[in-house]
């Protein structure tokens, strides 16, 4: 069963704007990963917050994470429209071994 | 480009058809995966392979066959798929199949079966 629940399904904005997607979660995490899917194409990793991090940084990206409301938050600043793709986040359990449960994911698209 | 290599990109196969998909890696990952995805889905996993042994298949189907000659490839074979069966195969790898690593993925083969 999916662990993540991507919020929104759909988000359309303009070039230059800010994109903030949103994941809840159910059970006790490890970690929360991101990673983003181009039309066609494989996904790729965007970013790793651990349970006892509150916030993370890469380039344009920031990722927050809230364990007591089971919930991150990716946030995409100044978008382009090379940031046009589907997000998923992706939970990774405490028992080595187990997989990653990816959320249902936020298709993003963003016109200039 | 991506640093799993999948072969091949597009896949038309009939029911009755015997066919693999395969993947490769040269970063020394020792975890190797396989999902399928539909469209507009997340990825569902099927199996994935640690140190070249099968260490989870989640419940799929014997049509679906995978094998892991070495610590750089992942086959699957398929073979009497039925049009559902119809998909993009992904294939990841990580370093090991440690508590939620990182996965590097490939660009995928998309499947049609007739």
């Known amino acids: 069963s999916q662990q993540g629940e991507e919020d929104p399904q759909a988000l359309s904005i303009q070039e230059g704007e800010n ?3 949103n994941c809840s979660y159910k059970t006790s995490i490890n970690n929360l990963q991101w990673y983003r899917q181009n039309s066609g194409r494989g996904l790729v990793h965007l970013i790793l917050i651990r349970s006892n991090e509150r916030e993370k940084h890469s380039g344009r990206l920031r990722v927050t994470l809230d ?3 089971k919930s991150s938050s990716l946030l995409i600043t100044a978008s382009r429209a090379a940031d046009t793709a589907s997000y998923f986040c992706a939970t990774a359990g405490f028992q080595a071994g187990t997989a ?3 959320g ?3 298709t993003l698209s963003v016109s200039s | 480009d991506t640093e799993v290599t999948q072969t091949p990109k597009h896949l038309v196969m009939g029911m009755t058809n015997k066919k693999s998909l395969k993947c490769e890696q040269h970063m020394g990952h020792r975890a190797m995966y396989w999902y399928k995805q539909k469209a507009k889905k997340p990825p ?3 199996f994935v392979y640690s140190y070249e042994k099968l260490s989870i298949n989640e419940s799929v189907p014997s049509r679906f066959s995978p094998e892991c000659p070495n610590s750089s490839l992942l086959n699957l074979h398929l073979h009497a798929l039925q ?3 119809s998909a993009l ?3 990841a790898s990580s370093q090991e199949q ?3 690593q990182p996965q590097h993925f490939g660009d995928g083969t998309r499947l049609s079966i007739l």
């Open chain 1, 104 to 106: 249902k994911g936020t």
């Open chain 1, 100 to 102: 990653l449960i990816f």
């Open chain 2, 83 to 85: 049009p559902e069966d």
């Open chain 2, 44 to 46: 569902e996993l099927m």
């Open chain 2, 89 to 91: 195969y992904l294939c």
């Open chain 1, 19 to 21: 994109a903030t997607m």
């Open chain 1, 67 to 69: 364990t007591s409301k």
């Open chain 2, 98 to 100: 440690g508590v939620g």
